[in-house]
């Protein structure tokens, strides 16, 4: 019979044993390419924010640098993969991919500079590989958050000196608030500590040890701001994206209570204005109508109590281990709950052990707790995305694993066998990509493929309400959307200049159309009006066009 193997290594922060670590991380990526792989067939292009960050990263250079708030340094990752795949739709899913490999990579080797051993570290990574957090989750800007956290936290777990372990959670705090803002925060507190613990009892000569990490420090934050700007800046002097981002999901709160049939999303500022006087930012929001942000914040913090147990339940796991009835998600409920009960040690519940190691000044402690806080802010202000609990969850499983379970652990009662065995099957039950993605009609893709097909004759302004189809297109279009009809829509039409409509579902439900009389005219008369009715093939839109905008419908519709 074999000896059971411990848990955790001896010595932990440090990875030991490269050569194994490499092929772990070799064979995560082999498993991630194989689940991947042809992504196009069944999953369907990503429009509005995800869009966005990869036009402005295959743009990005001097004079071409998105404001500050919105993820430059995404921006910056997406133009590296730019000069490998300079065609956008196969670059997005380049980087849907590479995101879906790298991350569980960067948690292994988290994993192992927190002392876990090599079969457990590659369990745990293997099962967040297959998770449908890991493979599902949209946008992908969290992955990318996830992976510079990572890689961070890691670096600190490998130096001997506390101060240079804050040191370089600064550094990683700063660099992943330039890919989701609410981490200056996290920048802030670990700086606050960084240079309270250099002042607090330390001898001068102590103190000038660490200049150089200072001056390292220093450098970098005025380089940053210099280069990309203050991530919690505002856009042009107008709105910053957090009160954008507030908002819209105030909206979607009031929306709700009032059962009203308006967009949240395109119509945030006209509910955001009656409800708040024109405030231009959270906190004068908050002084002009404390009731109504008080409601916010309490329906908020209500679901991301509710979306918690969800993810619990949801995000971890491959779609093929609890999806096979409809009470399939009852025992991973059980599961978490038992969890709660069983994650204990001899100092207390999770919460206490982490304090405990807090006020030992363990850094990687400091350094989770700094991260996670802005993040439970942000959902209790903004929204709980489902993007930003899944940032949280692997970070709140290596608090548990490390804080909670190592303590509690003991190695004669880990039997290796078990968790290989477990590994193995957390792998055979990891579907490809065709298992987690199953869009047949992939409509946006279609779309897009269909606009880059017709050859216009010059460059078209086009109506459409799927959101910025535009940027993918080589020989670009303008778009006007559809939250910007303000009148009657034949004088919209004609004020704006525009040549081409998508006419699409989310279109026509559109209040702004829905109701207007002369949108329902053009549907029917659009001849008359000197245009032409284009079917998009596989989809259920339809383009009207100019005549004469395109060389013919029949030679577009052959191509």
């Given at each position: 019979m074999?000896?059971?193997?411990p848990?955790?290594?001896k010595?932990?922060?440090?990875?030991?044993?490269?050569?194994?670590?490499?092929?772990?991380?070799?064979?995560?990526?082999?498993?991630?390419?194989?689940?991947t792989?042809?992504?196009?067939?069944?999953?369907?292009?990503g429009?509005?924010?995800?869009?966005?960050?990869?036009?402005?990263?295959?743009t990005?250079?001097?004079?071409?640098?998105?404001?500050?708030?919105?993820?430059?340094?995404?921006?910056?990752?997406?133009k590296?993969?730019?000069?490998?795949?300079?065609?956008?739709?196969?670059?997005?899913?380049?980087?849907?991919?590479?995101?879906?490999?790298?991350?569980?990579?960067?948690?292994?080797?988290?994993?192992?500079?927190?002392?876990?051993?090599?079969?457990?570290?590659?369990?745990?990574?293997?099962?967040?590989?297959?998770?449908?957090?890991?493979?599902?989750?949209?946008?992908?800007?969290?992955?990318?958050?996830?992976?510079?956290?990572?890689?961070?936290?890691?670096?600190?777990?490998?130096?001997?000196?506390?101060?240079?372990?804050?040191?370089i959670?600064?550094?990683?705090a700063?660099l992943?608030?330039?890919?989701?803002?609410?981490?200056?925060?996290?920048?802030?507190?670990?700086?606050?500590?960084?240079?309270?613990?250099?002042?607090?009892?330390?001898?001068?000569?102590?103190?000038?040890?660490?200049?150089?990490?200072?001056?390292?420090?220093?450098?970098?934050?005025?380089?940053?701001?210099?280069?990309?700007?203050?991530?919690?800046?505002?856009?042009?002097?107008?709105?910053?994206?957090?009160?954008?981002?507030?908002?819209?999901?105030?909206?979607?709160?009031?929306?709700?209570?009032?059962?009203?049939?308006?967009?949240?999303?395109?119509?945030?500022?006209?509910?955001?204005?009656?409800?708040?006087?024109?405030?231009?930012?959270?906190?004068?929001?908050?002084?002009?109508?404390?009731?109504?942000?008080?409601?916010?914040?309490?329906?908020?913090?209500?679901?991301?109590?509710?979306?918690?147990?969800?993810?619990?339940?949801?995000?971890?796991?491959?779609q093929?281990?609890?999806?096979?009835?409809?009470?399939?998600?009852?025992?991973?409920?059980?599961?978490?709950?038992?969890?709660?009960?069983?994650?204990?040690?001899?100092?207390?519940?999770?919460?206490?052990?982490?304090?405990?190691?807090?006020?030992?000044?363990?850094?990687?402690?400091?350094?989770?707790?700094?991260?996670?806080?802005?993040?439970?802010?942000?959902?209790?202000?903004?929204?709980?995305?489902?993007?930003?609990?899944?940032?949280?969850?692997?970070?709140?499983?290596?608090?548990?694993?490390?804080?909670?379970l190592?303590?509690?652990?003991?190695?004669?009662?880990?039997?290796?066998?078990?968790?290989?065995?477990?590994?193995?099957?957390?792998?055979?039950?990891?579907?490809?990509?065709?298992?987690?993605?199953?869009?047949?009609?992939?409509?946006?893709?279609?779309?897009?493929?269909?606009?880059?097909?017709?050859?216009?004759?010059?460059?078209?302004?086009?109506?459409?309400?799927?959101?910025?189809?535009?940027?993918?297109?080589?020989?670009?279009?303008?778009?006007?959307?559809?939250?910007?009809?303000?009148?009657?829509?034949?004088?919209?039409?004609?004020?704006?200049?525009?040549?081409?409509?998508?006419?699409?579902?989310?279109?026509?439900?559109?209040?702004?159309?829905?109701?207007?009389?002369?949108?329902?005219?053009?549907?029917?008369?659009?001849?008359?009006?000197?245009?032409?009715?284009?079917?998009?093939?596989?989809?259920?839109?339809?383009?009207?066009?100019?005549?004469?905008?395109?060389?013919?419908?029949?030679?577009?519709?052959?191509?």
């Amino acid at each position: 019979m074999p000896l059971p193997v411990p848990v955790f290594s001896k010595r932990p922060g440090r990875l030991g044993g490269r050569l194994v670590d490499l092929s772990v991380a070799i064979w995560l990526v082999a498993v991630g390419v194989r689940m991947t792989w042809g992504l196009e067939r069944g999953l369907d292009i990503g429009l509005y924010d995800e869009t966005l960050y990869l036009a402005w990263g295959a743009t990005l250079g001097p004079g071409h640098m998105p404001s500050p708030a919105w993820a430059p340094l995404y921006c910056a990752w997406y133009k590296s993969l730019s000069v490998l795949q300079p065609d956008r739709v196969a670059l997005y899913y380049l980087n849907f991919a590479t995101l879906a490999i790298l991350t569980p990579v960067a948690f292994y080797l988290l994993l192992r500079t927190c002392g876990l051993a090599v079969w457990m570290a590659a369990a745990i990574a293997t099962f967040f590989l297959a998770s449908d957090g890991n493979m599902i989750v949209w946008p992908r800007v969290s992955h990318f958050a996830l992976c510079v956290l990572f890689t961070t936290l890691a670096a600190s777990r490998v130096v001997r000196s506390r101060a240079r372990s804050v040191c370089i959670l600064c550094i990683g705090a700063l660099l992943a608030s330039y890919v989701r803002p609410e981490f200056y925060l996290s920048f802030l507190l670990l700086a606050g500590v960084y240079l309270a613990g250099l002042l607090w009892k330390r001898p001068p000569r102590r103190f000038r040890r660490h200049i150089g990490c200072l001056v390292s420090l220093a450098a970098i934050v005025t380089l940053l701001h210099l280069v990309f700007g203050f991530p919690l800046g505002s856009e042009g002097g107008g709105e910053d994206r957090g009160f954008i981002a507030f908002g819209q999901h105030f909206a979607a709160n009031w929306v709700r209570w009032h059962a009203s049939d308006l967009n949240p999303f395109t119509d945030w500022r006209e509910i955001v204005s009656a409800s708040f006087d024109g405030a231009r930012s959270v906190t004068a929001a908050a002084l002009y109508n404390p009731a109504a942000f008080v409601a916010h914040l309490v329906s908020n913090a209500a679901h991301y109590a509710l979306y918690l147990v969800l993810v619990v339940a949801y995000l971890p796991f491959p779609q093929t281990i609890f999806r096979l009835h409809p009470w399939g998600d009852v025992p991973v409920v059980l599961l978490a709950v038992g969890a709660v009960f069983l994650a204990r040690n001899k100092e207390g519940p999770f919460c206490s052990a982490l304090g405990t190691r807090i006020r030992r000044f363990d850094t990687l402690a400091i350094g989770l707790a700094a991260i996670l806080l802005p993040s439970a802010l942000s959902c209790v202000v903004i929204a709980p995305k489902w993007h930003v609990l899944f940032l949280q969850f692997p970070l709140v499983v290596l608090c548990i694993v490390v804080f909670v379970l190592k303590p509690f652990s003991s190695p004669s009662r880990i039997h290796p066998d078990l968790w290989i065995a477990v590994a193995a099957l957390a792998l055979l039950l990891a579907p490809g990509s065709t298992r987690y993605f199953q869009d047949d009609k992939r409509e946006n893709l279609k779309t897009i493929r269909f606009l880059q097909s017709l050859g216009f004759v010059e460059k078209p302004t086009i109506l459409e309400a799927q959101g910025e189809l535009h940027l993918y297109v080589d020989n670009s279009f303008r778009r006007v959307e559809e939250f910007a009809k303000d009148g009657p829509f034949l004088s919209f039409l004609e004020s704006r200049g525009i040549d081409a409509v998508i006419d699409s579902p989310e279109l026509s439900s559109d209040s702004r159309f829905r109701s207007d009389p002369e949108w329902g005219a053009f549907l029917k008369e659009y001849e008359s009006l000197g245009f032409e009715r284009i079917d998009v093939p596989g989809t259920r839109r339809v383009l009207y066009v100019r005549k004469g905008l395109v060389r013919s419908s029949e030679e577009s519709e052959g191509r």
